[in-house]
């Protein structure tokens, strides 16, 4: 059976001897997990790195900060920002508007970091301590009722507690998700077999085994009572 350590997001695209670098790199990335590197989150862009299949610049959220630190650890030139990933900024955060939100839960699903709240049919908020302003969540809101602003000055820096804290948090989601995806896999295996009406070729084996013994009871069961005149067992005489 498929268990949620198959689904989760396993990026390997760095060899063992890799691994550590890609750890380093990754330490260093923001953990926006935005995808404007081009790659699915912040993990398998430092793998990238790493193997040397990419470039130091593609990271706007860590911008030119980011680029100078990623050239010190690899020793590679800095280069200026790729501005086909975007442009640096200063943090900015999603506010939904809740008078608009129709409460679909569609951004929760795709918040990478658990920095929504909300219910079916209820308004939605976003937790600001949390949103790393990845904006993955504001192309989707059928309502287009979430904006981006620019954060508070208490809250324009995304420091590296912040930075750990949302890595633990897109981890945490990864695993939650997989253990869904496994749950509903295995509800719908157990709904395919009950709308066939095939059991597994072992339990049709087991439970034809037990019928067979319980026959074989009752028939000595019958025998014996033949043989000494007496009732074999309650449900028999009952009969
Ligand atoms: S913060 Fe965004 S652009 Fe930077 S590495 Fe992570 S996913 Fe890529
Ligand atoms: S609330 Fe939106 S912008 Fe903020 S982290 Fe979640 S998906 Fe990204
Ligand atoms: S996607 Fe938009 S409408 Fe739907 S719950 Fe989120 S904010 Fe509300």
Redesign the pocket.
Known sequence: MRNAADIVPNWTGASKAEEPLADAIDAILPQTQCTRCGYEACRPYAQAIARGDAALNRCPPGGSAGIRALAELTGLPPLPLDPACGVEQPRRLAV?DEA?????????QKCPVDA?V?APKQ??TVIASLCTGCEL?VA????D??DLVAASDADSDWTAAQREASRSRFERRNARLAREAVRRLSHRDDAAVASTGDAPADRLAVVRAAVGRARARRAARKAAARGTGEPGDFAERAG
Do not use: E, L, N, W
């Not at 608009?100 to 929760?108: L, Y």
């Not at 989707?140 to 309502?143: E, T």
């Open positions: 939904v608009r939100c129709i409460g679909c839960t569609i951004c929760i929504i909300g308004m939605h969540c989707p809101c059928p309502v009722c979430i």
